[in-house]
Every structure is written in structure tokens, then in C-alpha cells.
């Protein structure tokens, strides 16, 4: 919501955000809004944030790479599915008139080829329970509708890149791929560098700035009314590729020519890591006039310019 909250505000709307810090710590709340700390499994929280408010972007989850859906399985499918049902219970005694909520291409962990929206109600069943929270988000979204009239707009982004997300610790895949990558390329000169698994996953990165200008722009729109959209860019990759652009533009953005080709080691995967997510966005496209405009290597040296200029400062703090 970093990247929606000032697009809203430019949109006009007034802003109320509400955050409980537990994945960063305490940060400064965006400027031009309302903000209240507090955890939204808690009924009066979640009662507080909604007063006065005629809609809602529910993006609170826990969040992770791949390590972190096995490390926190019974959180993420306890406390993400049950804040969920809270905002949608009280958004009806609110009188809210729509609640947009921000799920996942992790919905879609068990589809064999090409992500269609379309095929999400007679798709696999998600094994992790990230994906399956996600879905199960999805369908409470779908039974109030049925049920209460509250209507809903479900967004399943994929594979987002920002500027803002950064490493845990030296577990591969508790955070996302990108930012892992980044940790052991930029900082930890990893080369050899790990990875998990084989390195030919693929998936299509989606910068963060493009995805937040959908939720923006369309949230409340009549367009999107009771309708799930995927917001994705259709260039695959695989993890050794990104691994490689990475190694690549760290060293242009440096200055500086690479000693050797990056090569890697192999941690053990899990079973029910994904091999490939690429997604349909005809619907995105054809309904709304929405595409993804930044390119990966693009996203990628935005991310190493940020990291690099964050080392620096830091550097230059840490010496005076």
C-alpha cells in the first residue's frame, strides 16, 4: 500500500491506513493520511479503522518467499483468513460500499501452464497454505457478495519487484527471490551463489508501481465491480536468469567487470514449489485498458540503484 496510498490521495480520495509494523518494524506513515497502528485480527481495530469509510483495499497478510510459507503455515492460514472475514463482517455494519481485496498468483500454485482467471473455480487446490488463504480470501470475498450484496473486486498480482523490500537473515527464500538475490550478489559477493532448487522455475516479475496504479485507479470503479482480475507482466524468467541480470547489471551500475560468470549452488527445494507462473492479462487489458509497462531488467536496476545508494548512505553515516 506504500505505492497505492499516494495515487489515492491524488485521486481525491481520503486515506485512512492502518499497519501493525510486525514485518519491518516502524517505519513513518505515507503523508496526506489518516493512519492507525494496530493489528487487524483484533474486532476493535478492525471496528476503528472502518468507521466513517465507504471503501476498502485489504492488503494485510503475511507475506513471504517460499521458506516463509513452510516456516509460518498455521499464522498465514489462521490469522490472514480470519482478519479477512473480520473487515468483511464489519464492513457491512460500516456500510461500506466495496472492499477490494489483494490476493495472489499463488492461487494458482497447482496450474500446469498459463494463469487464466477463468480457470480459478474448477483449478487444484492450492498445497500451500499461503496460496490456499489467498483463495480462501478470495471466496469470502465472493460469499458476501452472494450473501450480503457487499460487493468486491479481487486483484491476483504476480511476482511483485519494489523498491522497499529487502533480505532476512541468510535463509534463502523467507523473503522474496529478487530481494534474496540482491543480498547475496550486492552484499555478501556469494559466487558460487545459492538458490533453491534446480534454478528453471520461471515466473513474470511485475513492477510494483504498475500493479498500484491498477489498484488506484480501479478499485471502485464500476468496471471491476464483483469481477478478479490478474495484473502481471508476460516475460518469464527463470530464478538462474534473474540470478544472472542481476550479477550483470550490479556490475554495470559498479562500474566494474566481472571476475567470472556467476555460477551457483543448490539448496534442496520443497515440493510444492511452483515451476512455472506465467499469467493471462487479457482481461486486465481488454476490460480496463491495463498493461504492465516496466521491464524486468528495468526493475532490476532500479533495485540495485536504490540498494547501492542505501549502502552508501549508511557507509557514509557510519564514518562520521
Not at 481485496?101 to 487446490?125: G, K, T
Not at 499469467?279 to 536496476?301: S, T
Amino acid at each position: 500500500m506504500r505505492e497505492v496510498t499516494p495515487r489515492l490521495l491524488e485521486q481525491g480520495h481520503e486515506v485512512r491506513g492502518v499497519d501493525n509494523y510486525m514485518r519491518y518494524g516502524q517505519e513513518p506513515p505515507p503523508d496526506g493520511i489518516e493512519f492507525l497502528e494496530g493489528d487487524l485480527t483484533d474486532l476493535d481495530t478492525v471496528r476503528r479503522s472502518l468507521k466513517g469509510v465507504d471503501g476498502v483495499i485489504q492488503a494485510a497478510a503475511q507475506i513471504y518467499g517460499v521458506a516463509g510459507f513452510h516456516r509460518y503455515p498455521a499464522d498465514i492460514l489462521q490469522k490472514d483468513t480470519m482478519l479477512h472475514g473480520l473487515i468483511l463482517r464489519e464492513a457491512l455494519a460500516a456500510g461500506v460500499r466495496r472492499v477490494a481485496f489483494i490476493s495472489s498468483s499463488m492461487v494458482y500454485e497447482r496450474q500446469a501452464d498459463v494463469a487464466r482467471e477463468e480457470d480459478v473455480p474448477n483449478m487444484l487446490v492450492p498445497l500451500t497454505d499461503y496460496g490456499l488463504s489467498k483463495l480462501m480470501g478470495e471466496r469470502l470475498s465472493q460469499a458476501f457478495g452472494t450473501q450480503y450484496g457487499l460487493e468486491y473486486t479481487i486483484w491476483r498480482p504476480f511476482n511483485i519487484i519494489g523498491l522497499h523490500e529487502r533480505a532476512e537473515g541468510y535463509e534463502p527464500g523467507v523473503c522474496h527471490v529478487f530481494a534474496d538475490f540482491i543480498q547475496r550478489i550486492v552484499h555478501e559477493h556469494q559466487n558460487p551463489m545459492l538458490i533453491i532448487g534446480s534454478g528453471e522455475q520461471v515466473r513474470c516479475f511485475t513492477w510494483i508501481g504498475d500493479v498500484a496504479g491498477a489498484i488506484a485507479r480501479w478499485s471502485f470503479d464500476p468496471a471491476t465491480a464483483n469481477a478478479d482480475f490478474n495484473l502481471g507482466n508476460r516475460e518469464p524468467v527463470t530464478m538462474m536468469d534473474l540470478g544472472h541480470r542481476i550479477y550483470r547489471l550490479y556490475h554495470e551500475l559498479i562500474g566494474r567487470t566481472p571476475e567470472q560468470d556467476l555460477r551457483f549452488t543448490h539448496a534442496p527445494t520443497f515440493a510444492d514449489d511452483v515451476q512455472v507462473r506465467i499469467p493471462a492479462v487479457d482481461k486486465a487489458r481488454e476490460q480496463l485498458g491495463w498493461e504492465a509497462q516496466v521491464k524486468l531488467d528495468e526493475m532490476l536496476r532500479r533495485c540495485l540503484a536504490h540498494e547501492l545508494e542505501e549502502a552508501s548512505a549508511g557507509a557514509a553515516a557510519g564514518s562520521r
